[in-house]
């Protein structure tokens, strides 16, 4: 979006843009960097287990990421713990970032099944509580469990990431009306993590009153996923805008847009 007026903010972090995006499952790093750029995306997820650092070659992931527009970062890397299960894996990752000099920004995942790849919201809670008091700004995935937002927003974390469905399910929102009370009762943003499969999860989840969504796979496991991009970029800005609106109410009978009265005979 280009209103500053509407800009999501994270800790000391602000963007204009609410859609976040991966970089995995991509065909080759020409489709990565046509379909994050298509995307308009700001801040770009990253698996510190699952990419080579080191590499900054002509080609490379790291390449890519860190380019530069005008002298300044293309993109704020959001560096993930995807794959740890144990708050010590998640902790020696977030602190290898900051090593790296790559961001105190961190998405922080503890997962506690491989098959459903569903998060250990125990371990969430106790990492991101060490991790706030060494200072990250902590993007914690979650369940969307209410009672474990509320706690990992009281704790400090920048924003609660529920998931709306399970990792690369595509299954849209499953459950709308935990959304609605974790929204209700959140004093940080809600950034909906996982399980968007279209353009129309995207705007569902805005339209709620999100702050923003993450995903990867819902672009690029996309027959075309340039055109997947730009269609999520759209989403999020159209469900954004709607929430701001408020849409009319919902009826069960008919209701003029041109009343009877008055009309000429």
């Not at 800790?11 to 976040?20: C, E, H, N, W």
């Not at 080191?54 to 560096?79: A, I, N």
């Not at 506690?112 to 250990?120: A, V």
């Not at 060494?134 to 009672?147: H, N, Q, R």
Request: net charge neutral.
């Amino acid at each position: 979006m280009s209103d500053d007026s509407d800009l999501l903010r994270l800790g000391s972090f602000t963007f204009r843009s609410r859609l976040f995006v991966g970089t995995g499952k991509y065909r080759d790093i020409d489709e990565t960097r046509a379909a994050l750029l298509a995307s308009g995306a700001e801040v770009v997820t990253v698996a510190l287990r699952r990419v080579n650092t080191s590499e900054r070659g002509e080609g490379s992931m790291m390449r890519l990421l860190t380019e530069k527009v005008d002298g300044r970062p293309r993109f704020t890397l959001l560096p993930n713990t995807a794959g740890c299960y144990t708050v010590e894996d998640a902790l020696r990752t977030c602190r290898l970032a900051r090593e790296l000099g790559m961001s105190d920004l961190v998405k922080l995942e503890v997962i506690g099944d491989e098959k459903t790849l569903f998060p250990n919201n125990q371990k969430t809670l106790e990492a991101a509580r060490i991790l706030v008091a060494e200072g990250f700004t902590v993007l914690p995935y979650c369940t969307d469990d209410p009672i474990v937002c509320r706690e990992l927003g009281e704790l400090g974390c920048a924003a609660v990431m529920p998931l709306a469905a399970p990792i690369g399910s595509g299954l849209g929102i499953r459950n709308p009306y935990n959304l609605r009370i974790i929204l209700e009762q959140a004093k940080v943003p809600v950034i909906v993590d996982a399980g968007v499969g279209t353009a129309s999860d995207a705007a569902i989840a805005m339209e709620l009153g999100c702050d923003g969504v993450l995903m990867n796979t819902a672009i690029a496991g996309a027959r075309e996923p340039v055109r997947m991009a730009t269609a999520m970029k759209l989403a999020v800005e159209a469900g954004r805008h709607a929430y701001l609106a408020g849409r009319m109410p919902r009826r069960l009978y008919a209701h003029a847009s041109s009343p009877l009265d008055g009309l000429i005979e």
